[in-house]
């Protein structure tokens, strides 16, 4: 056993009789170390991508409530008149009457 560790860490199993095939088992091993990193990688960017995207919502969703609170304050009765109030228009102090129209039937 002890002659077999040192054996591996002297490098003995790279230039014995072997040699290509363990050569061939260290790139494949090298390859998929390279394609695991790169995956990981790649799922990191696409984590950061979708916080952002997140927070872009979150702000997108925010100035839709501010503007649909805005526009609502605009349709208000009172806002209205304060607003025509200043081209010297003003609401009516009679309130409005319904108008009813009588048909005849004509024979």
């Given at each position: 056993?002890?002659?077999?560790?040192?054996?591996?860490?002297?490098?003995?199993?790279?230039?014995?009789?072997?040699?290509?095939?363990?050569?061939?088992?260290?790139?494949?091993?090298?390859?998929?170390?390279?394609?695991?990193?790169?995956?990981?990688?790649?799922?990191d960017k696409k984590v950061?991508?979708?916080a952002a995207l997140n927070?872009?919502?979150?702000?997108?969703?925010?100035q839709f409530l501010d503007?649909?609170?805005?526009?609502?304050?605009?349709?208000?009765?009172?806002?209205?008149?304060?607003?025509?109030?200043?081209?010297?228009?003003?609401?009516?102090?009679?309130?409005?009457?319904?108008?009813?129209?009588?048909?005849?039937?004509?024979?």
């Amino acid at each position: 056993m002890k002659k077999g560790l040192l054996d591996i860490l002297k490098g003995k199993f790279l230039v014995s009789n072997d040699a290509p095939k363990n050569w061939l088992f260290i790139i494949f091993v090298s390859f998929l170390a390279a394609v695991m990193i790169g995956s990981s990688h790649s799922a990191d960017k696409k984590v950061h991508q979708i916080a952002a995207l997140n927070e872009e919502v979150k702000e997108l969703r925010n100035q839709f409530l501010d503007g649909r609170t805005e526009v609502q304050q605009l349709r208000l009765e009172s806002k209205i008149a304060k607003v025509l109030s200043k081209n010297e228009i003003y609401p009516s102090e009679v309130p409005p009457r319904k108008i009813k129209v009588k048909t005849s039937k004509i024979e």
